[in-house]
């Protein structure tokens, strides 16, 4: 692949610089972490920014316009542009979330026309917030096992069970869930794909508190929730098929090297503001070495991701690409965290509301945080067997005998 700037990628260049240079007024402070971290409504300043990127084609770039989005064609040079021009300029970027990154391309994929006009739009507008409803509390590695039931009654489902590890859930307006509609159908046959309003009478939402401090998950209840069969994405009966196309964009989303781009560029700044014992940390070689391999690191997964994203555009399948991205990106942001930790040395530890702290804590949130992520979509243990055994050919674990 050739990333040398040819004459339509230098003018594309310049008009993204243009672009930041008249509109950065705009843009939102640092809230990324934030929202990410303890997940609220957006607020107008950020809807706001991330509607003029939509509309600028500089977020959800190729979205089909008669959906809502800018349109355009893939090109991987010039998505690569416009992460690295807004990186420069230390300008936020269009928003990742579960209805922006996981269920629109879902949408586009499986969805009827009616659920594309009705909400690839207003999500990727960060109009409407979603959460998802996959992991039950005796469902989780085994997600296929769930038991929310949906019973059909005339023209709708009546939805009883339980979702738990549910993100956002108690700030989300919509919610995209699997329940079990064909209960005597096999284990991934009787799963169907459901969009449906989290104000829908019968829902109860109890938030989970984590080590960050902060409930960022749920347990959702759902007692007699009737849902219209219309909401069913993908077909009655295939909601396993969709459910794993999240899965890939989710995996894409958790581990993402703009992600991990964006936490080197702090810890930069940290290696030239803070200092070790007295002196300067550009001179502590054990964290330089650090840095050194991890800049590699993020380097190696960007370039990873563009060799994916040019296969999705030649129509080759990822294989298990994704798999590893999710894998080591995730354990990538960790040690990520873990650098800027030691670099802050013991203030590096306390977080909440102390006024010295550097994004008010916000690296020791992350490291706790960015644990859990290992374990979320598809544990790293899930990850490096199926990479063995589908990548690898290595031979199965053995199972355990009845009894």
């Not at 040079?77 to 936020?92: G, H, M, Q, Y």
């Not at 014992?277 to 991701?305: C, K, N, W």
Request: charged share 25%; hydrophobic share 35%; proline share 5%.
């Amino acid at each position: 692949m050739d990333l040398t700037d040819q004459s339509e990628h230098k003018q594309f260049r310049e008009e993204v610089r243009k672009f930041i240079a008249e509109y950065r007024h705009l843009a939102p402070g640092d809230t990324a972490h934030s929202y990410r971290l303890m997940p609220r409504p957006y607020s107008d300043d950020v809807r706001n920014w991330q509607k003029l990127l939509v509309e600028k084609g500089y977020a959800t770039r190729t979205v089909p316009t008669e959906y809502g989005g800018f349109g355009a064609k893939p090109d991987i040079l010039k998505s690569k542009i416009i992460v690295d021009e807004f990186f420069r300029a230390n300008v936020p970027q269009g928003l990742y979330s579960q209805g922006i990154s996981m269920l629109v391309p879902t949408l586009l994929e499986h969805g009827t026309e009616q659920q594309k006009k009705d909400w690839v739009g207003p999500t990727i507008r960060a109009e409407v917030f979603w959460c998802q409803g996959y992991s039950e509390p005796n469902s989780g590695s085994d997600l296929a096992s769930l038991q929310t039931s949906a019973i059909e009654d005339g023209d709708d489902f009546i939805v009883n069970g339980s979702k738990i590890w549910t993100s956002s859930a108690h700030v989300a307006q919509m919610i995209f869930c699997l329940v079990r509609t064909e209960p005597d159908a096999g284990k991934y046959d009787g799963i169907s794909y459901l969009i449906f309003p989290m104000d829908t009478p019968g829902i109860e939402i109890q938030p989970l508190q984590t080590m960050t401090g902060h409930p960022s998950f749920n347990e959702v209840f759902f007692t007699d929730v009737r849902v219209p069969k219309s909401a069913v994405v993908g077909g009655r009966g295939k909601g396993w098929k969709v459910a794993n196309s999240t899965l890939a964009h989710e995996r894409g989303m958790l581990s993402s090297a703009n992600m991990s781009l964006e936490r080197l560029q702090k810890i930069e700044k940290l290696i030239k503001s803070e200092e070790i014992s007295s002196h300067p940390t550009v001179e502590t070689a054990a964290l330089m070495d650090r840095y050194i391999r991890l800049q590699a690191r993020v380097q190696g997964m960007r370039f990873h991701e563009m060799r994916l994203i040019s296969d999705a555009a030649a129509g080759k399948p990822s294989g298990l690409g994704d798999m590893v991205c999710k894998l080591l990106g995730c354990e990538l942001n960790h040690q990520l965290d873990a650098l800027a930790i030691d670099i802050l040395e013991e203030t590096g530890v306390l977080y909440d509301g102390i006024p010295s702290m550097e994004l008010d804590g916000i690296w020791q949130q992350l490291h706790m945080y960015d644990l859990g992520l290992i374990i979320g979509g598809g544990t790293a243990q899930i990850q490096k067997n199926i990479i063995a055994e589908r990548g690898l050919s290595l031979p199965r674990e053995p199972r355990l005998g009845q009894g």
